[in-house]
């Protein structure tokens, strides 16, 4: 089964046609033509200052014919590879003109990570926002001193370097990358908006992966058919008697560790609250893109078809998550819309408990953060 999934996470690298397929085209081109000739010097024979070793001379004609499909086979990888490198370097992704536009953020101490542009040199270049979003909070410095400082900085980005980025490199894609608190990523996702074209980096943390401590380019990860069919459960506050009631609505999303939406019913002073999951909960399980969009569209549904129509009266959306951050970003980005109730509150989960937040609001380009006091 791993083997199966290794050739279909190969086949959908190449079916992207990007840069990273040319070279994935061109290391397995390489790898096969090499094999080949190795396996083809055995078959016949070899010679070293007059010693001749010769292996099975009078065997079938099969190996060789083998032997030689799989060298042509591996040179006709390895050339289609070059011709793609060629074709994204002068007019693809990697050309001057078509390069992502880098936005690196940094919140948590231990999210030691090269930057975005640093390790993708071909495809994306940096965009000088690299100081303005490195927010981790410094020795010593208070809570409220952190997340003041964290939320000017998200609110200036918003209000400077994104204009002048979408003034003038909009033909530039932008290039996401964070490995930072959920409600950082929330709120980048969420001023950046889809209103442009944006590609997610993820960092994968999971030390039982391959890939581990290395960026992923989502575009690059293949679907695995998850959804949140039949995974949402909803909570009412007791103090509820209808519908009409429910002012304050909240989403616990939890796709990569658990957390308890009774606690966060309770704890943020909600009036409802409804459970959103995946069936396999780990870290690293949402980095596909399209499974991403598939999952983001799926909530959105749930959202403008079935919860607030059901609770007409909501003023304002509660929301933690456990996933990805890329995941996050994007979901932020699809929730800034004018349907959406004007206030957006994105909390930080730590030890089953939500000790500060983020305030937000569709078409707005301002951060605030909030301590409640009743922690």
């Not at 061109?26 to 000739?37: D, E, R, S, T, Y």
């Not at 390790?119 to 909070?137: A, C, N, P």
């Not at 609110?155 to 490199?169: I, K, M, P, R, S």
């Not at 893109?289 to 059901?310: G, Y």
Request: glycine share 6%.
């Amino acid at each position: 089964m791993l083997l199966f999934d290794i050739i279909l996470d190969f086949l959908y690298v190449i079916a992207q046609r990007r840069l990273s397929a040319a070279r994935k085209l061109m290391q397995v081109g390489l790898a096969v033509a090499g094999i080949a000739l190795g396996i083809g010097s055995l078959v016949f024979s070899m010679s070293f200052n007059g010693i001749v070793l010769t292996a099975d001379t009078n065997g079938s004609t099969v190996s060789p014919i083998l032997i030689n499909t799989f060298l042509i086979i591996g040179e006709l990888v390895l050339v289609a590879g070059i011709v793609l490198e060629i074709y994204q370097q002068f007019w693809g992704e990697a050309s001057q003109a078509n390069r992502a536009k880098s936005v690196d953020l940094r919140s948590l101490l231990k999210g030691s990570a090269p930057q975005l542009s640093k390790v993708f040199t071909q495809t994306i270049e940096g965009s000088g926002t690299r100081k303005s979003l490195y927010l981790q909070q410094q020795r010593d410095e208070l809570l409220n001193d952190w997340l003041d400082r964290s939320s000017e900085s998200l609110t200036h980005f918003a209000q400077n370097e994104l204009v002048e980025l979408n003034q003038h490199e909009s033909e530039h894609p932008l290039a996401l990358g964070a490995i930072a608190h959920v409600p950082h990523c929330f709120a980048l996702g969420f001023l950046v908006a889809n209103r442009r074209l944006v590609n997610y980096y993820c960092w994968d943390r999971d030390s039982k992966k391959e890939e581990k401590s290395r960026w992923i380019d989502c575009r690059d990860k293949r679907t695995r058919g998850q959804s949140i069919s039949g995974e949402v459960k909803g909570y009412k506050s007791n103090n509820i008697c209808s519908e009409k009631e429910v002012k304050k609505l909240g989403l616990s999303i939890e796709f990569s560790i658990p957390s308890d939406p009774e606690v966060f019913l309770e704890k943020a002073g909600l009036d409802a609250v409804y459970q959103i999951k995946l069936p396999k909960q780990y870290i690293g399980n949402l980095f596909s893109e399209k499974e991403q969009v598939k999952i983001i569209s799926e909530i959105r549904e749930l959202m403008n078809n079935q919860l607030l129509k059901k609770y007409s009266s909501v003023e304002e959306l509660h929301i933690t998550i456990t996933g990805q951050n890329s995941f996050v970003m994007r979901f932020a980005a699809d929730l800034n819309q004018n349907h959406i109730p004007k206030v957006i509150k994105v909390y930080h989960f730590e030890k089953n408990d939500y000790p500060w937040f983020f305030n937000l609001s569709p078409n707005s380009d301002v951060v605030n953060f909030s301590v409640p006091t009743n922690y």
